[in-house]
């Protein structure tokens, strides 16, 4: 079966093309109705501009492009969600979309409503910055950083995948087309406030550290020739229209002697840390008709003429909004009006690279249905190197922050596996005191149900499988199992623990379900259930059909179908598990119908319907120890441990069927005690030592 299933697979790796967008023009007008128009698509990205009419002129208002296009990272259905991004000039998100996903947690169990939700957190956030996902709720008290958005609860690795497309599609695009990307992304550029040097107004002028622009008639002229409003202003050539003085001040040396100690402490304070202040003053008086610090300025708003600009993307500059007075300030500065914009740290605004202060003119033609023409005036600011401090995070990889994250989790994980391993491997220790081992393993399974099941959510599926064999035939990624440490972990150990023990010690001691079946049981004894014997043959036949509904479901994730998804359903993990029961009635029937079952046929669902089971006994074959012990008397004449045996795994001639074994240890408490083990009762009686002694596997 392995075999043919491989070749299916190694036939569909080269057949199968690898997924793309699936959205054309029509679909994105739906998306983006009038008055926005969608303009052509990229030749070298996958992107659509998205258009707005502005005076009288088509401007780009987003580009629009499929993350699956850009950043196809597999979910754990393992194939890569799909979602729409509007992405602004200035690095902010317009919006954000589902089209498609594969998520097993949002297709049937917590429904699509909380991912939609989820993605809508992006609107007005920037690409420019790490966005990660947080506690579920985490903004709610405002305690959040802006840069965090609410996770799901139950869906924390799926919404770390959904972040992680929303990103790299983003970043793909900044780098592609609005001229940002890896360069400012997390970078951290403060100015150094021990770093003072006492300099007049001159003295800033002349290095550059303060810069100065002018506008004459005579150069808004030659800006404005050819469209019919190039006529000069009132005065000759030489009258200054706009006269404007341009700093940043953060950096000590600056700000300090423009504003004086005092003021320049409260800029800071107000402004708070990452954030940065740019000074615009005018020398012209507040009437000058080309003013843009005029009488129609509006404290608090972002200005109309003033933009700031680094890589030829605009920064968003606010004004401040601080009181206006004049006193304190440097000698030499003209009494003109005047702002101070604050960008905020979300902006990616570099003040240590060249940035650059442009003025907007604007005049109009036409008397009835008048025409806005605009002509811009920039002056560039290079502020040295050593004023500043420059700190880009070295985060690593974007699935290091759910190992940050999840950290706790997984160290409790580990000291369980660290102190399971040498439980199970000294036989003659605690297994051998039959009544020390039931409370270890119930409390152990009480661990894997509570915390590696219910709160860890680490309930290793089919699901993960399926990823695995899409991977294999389309995204030719892994990446999607790292965003589940605890799972993944799991999974490391599952895998070691094959190949020496068998399928045994994910079955019987780390599976939550399989716990939750085991405490379920309990109950048959009060209930006076007294358990089904399933004839041999019929228990033959019946344990085959959990690897009918593994290869169906293998096949059908192989050949791209969705009814892989749907097959996957036979597991109730998500229902019990993930979703704590939280779910459609179907499904909660069904999951309740497998544990009620258990209390007439011991672990029914793990012994004849479980994929994950049915794929670990397969590979348990490769298991190198035959690690049971066993007497020459097991099978014949014995079979106490037969009978014992719930799952069925000790056949009548006393060997360890260990593809079924679920390594309960109950056989070995048996046979290491001398009142329970028949050959050795019999043996004290006649006097005579008997010894253990490990039997072939099945």
């Given at each position: 079966m392995l075999t043919h299933i491989a070749l299916l697979l190694a036939i569909l790796l080269q057949i199968l093309p690898a997924q793309a967008g699936q959205l054309d023009r029509g679909a994105l007008e739906r998306y983006f109705p009038p008055p926005l128009v969608v303009g052509e698509k990229d030749g070298a990205l996958p992107v659509w501009?998205?258009?707005?009419?502005?005076?009288?002129?088509?401007?780009?208002?987003?580009?629009?492009?499929?993350?699956?296009?850009?950043?196809?990272?597999?979910?754990?259905?393992?194939?890569?969600?799909?979602?729409?991004?509007?992405?602004?000039?200035?690095?902010?998100?317009?919006?954000?979309?589902?089209?498609?996903?594969?998520?097993?947690?949002?297709?049937?169990?917590?429904?699509?409503?909380?991912?939609?939700?989820?993605?809508?957190?992006?609107?007005?956030?920037?690409?420019?910055?790490?966005?990660?996902?947080?506690?579920?709720?985490?903004?709610?008290?405002?305690?959040?950083?802006?840069?965090?958005?609410?996770?799901?609860?139950?869906?924390?690795?799926?919404?770390?995948?959904?972040?992680?497309?929303?990103?790299?599609?983003?970043?793909?695009?900044?780098?592609?087309?609005?001229?940002?990307?890896?360069?400012?992304?997390?970078?951290?550029?403060?100015?150094?406030?021990?770093?003072?040097?006492?300099?007049?107004?001159?003295?800033?002028?002349a290095r550059g550290w303060v810069k100065r622009l002018t506008v004459t008639n005579d150069e808004a002229a030659k800006a404005f020739k050819g469209t019919g409003v190039e006529d000069p202003a009132d005065g000759p050539p030489d009258t200054v229209l706009s006269d404007i003085y341009v700093a940043y001040l953060n950096a000590p040396s600056i700000g300090r002697n423009l504003l004086g100690q005092a003021r320049f402490d409260a800029l800071l304070r107000e402004l708070g840390p990452g954030n940065h202040a740019v000074m615009v003053l005018s020398a012209g008086p507040p009437d000058a008709p080309e003013n843009p610090l005029g009488e129609r300025f509006v404290l608090g708003s972002i200005p109309d003429r003033l933009t700031i600009g680094q890589g030829g993307l605009i920064v968003t500059a606010r004004d401040m909004a601080v009181e206006r007075r004049e006193a304190g300030l440097a000698e030499g500065l003209p009494e003109g009006s005047w702002t101070i914009l604050r960008i905020d740290q979300a902006a990616g605004f570099d003040p240590s690279a060249p940035w650059v202060l442009t003025e907007t003119i604007i005049r109009e033609r036409g008397q009835i249905l008048s025409e806005k023409i605009t002509r811009t005036f920039p002056v560039e600011t290079t502020l040295p190197a050593d004023l500043f401090t420059r700190v880009k995070p070295d985060e690593g990889p974007s699935w290091i922050d759910p190992w940050r994250a999840r950290a706790p989790e997984l160290g409790l994980i580990a000291l369980m596996l660290a102190v399971l391993v040498p439980v199970l491997a000294r036989q003659r220790g605690l297994v051998a005191d039959a009544r020390r081992f039931a409370v270890f393993r119930f409390g152990f399974l009480a661990l894997?149900?509570?915390?590696?099941?219910?709160?860890?959510?680490?309930?290793?599926?089919?699901?993960?499988?399926?990823?695995?064999?899409?991977?294999?035939?389309?995204?030719?990624?892994?990446?999607?199992?790292?965003?589940?440490?605890?799972?993944?972990?799991?999974?490391?150990?599952?895998?070691?623990?094959?190949?020496?023990?068998?399928?045994?010690?994910?079955?019987?001691?780390?599976?939550?379900?399989?716990?939750?079946?085991?405490?379920?049981?309990?109950?048959?004894?009060p209930l006076r259930i007294r358990q089904i014997a399933i004839p041999a043959g019929l228990d033959r036949v019946l344990r085959q059909a959990k690897y009918i509904v593994l290869a169906g479901i293998l096949v059908a994730a192989a050949a791209g179908s969705p009814l892989a998804d749907s097959l996957s359903e036979v597991e109730p993990f998500k229902t019990a598990i993930t979703l704590t029961f939280v779910r459609s009635w179907p499904f909660v029937a069904y999951a309740v119908g497998l544990l009620v079952l258990n209390l007439f046929v011991f672990k029914g669902f793990c012994r004849y319907l479980c994929p994950l089971g049915a794929s670990l006994a397969l590979l348990g074959r490769v298991r190198m120890l035959d690690w049971i012990p066993r007497r020459a008397e097991c099978g014949s004449p014995c079979q106490l441990c037969k009978v014992r045996c719930r799952y069925g795994a000790i056949m009548p001639s006393g060997r360890i069927d260990y593809p079924e074994c679920f390594q309960c240890m109950d056989c070995v408490t048996i046979i290491h005690d001398p009142g329970q083990c028949v050959p050795q009762v019999l043996a004290r009686k006649r006097g005579r030592p008997v010894s253990p002694q490990p039997a072939a596997a099945a």
């Open positions: 501009p998205i258009l707005k009419q502005q005076a009288g002129s088509y401007e780009v208002f987003a580009y629009a492009f499929e993350s699956v296009d850009l950043a196809p990272i597999p979910g754990f259905g393992g194939t890569p969600p799909d979602l729409l991004v509007a992405l602004a000039p200035d690095g902010t998100f317009r919006d954000v979309k589902v089209i498609s996903q594969h998520e097993p947690v949002f297709l049937e169990g917590l429904g699509p409503e909380p991912l939609l939700a989820f993605v809508d957190q992006y609107a007005s956030l920037s690409a420019r910055q790490a966005i990660r996902v947080g506690r579920p709720n985490a903004r709610a008290g405002g305690a959040a950083p802006q840069t965090t958005v609410d996770g799901i609860s139950m869906a924390t690795a799926s919404t770390r995948v959904i972040n992680q497309s929303i990103l790299a599609s983003a970043l793909a695009v900044a780098r592609g087309k609005l001229g940002f990307g890896a360069t400012n992304v997390g970078l951290k550029v403060e100015a150094k406030l021990d770093s003072f040097e006492k300099l007049s107004l001159s003295d800033l002028l894997t149900l509570g915390f590696i099941g219910w709160f860890g959510q680490a309930q290793l599926s089919i699901v993960t499988l399926v990823g695995l064999v899409r991977a294999a035939t389309t995204t030719h990624d892994l990446a999607f199992l790292l965003y589940d440490p605890p799972s993944l972990v799991l999974w490391v150990f599952v895998l070691a623990a094959l190949v020496v023990w068998g399928r045994g010690t994910f079955c019987g001691w780390l599976c939550p379900f399989g716990a939750l079946q085991e405490f379920v049981a309990l109950l048959a004894k």
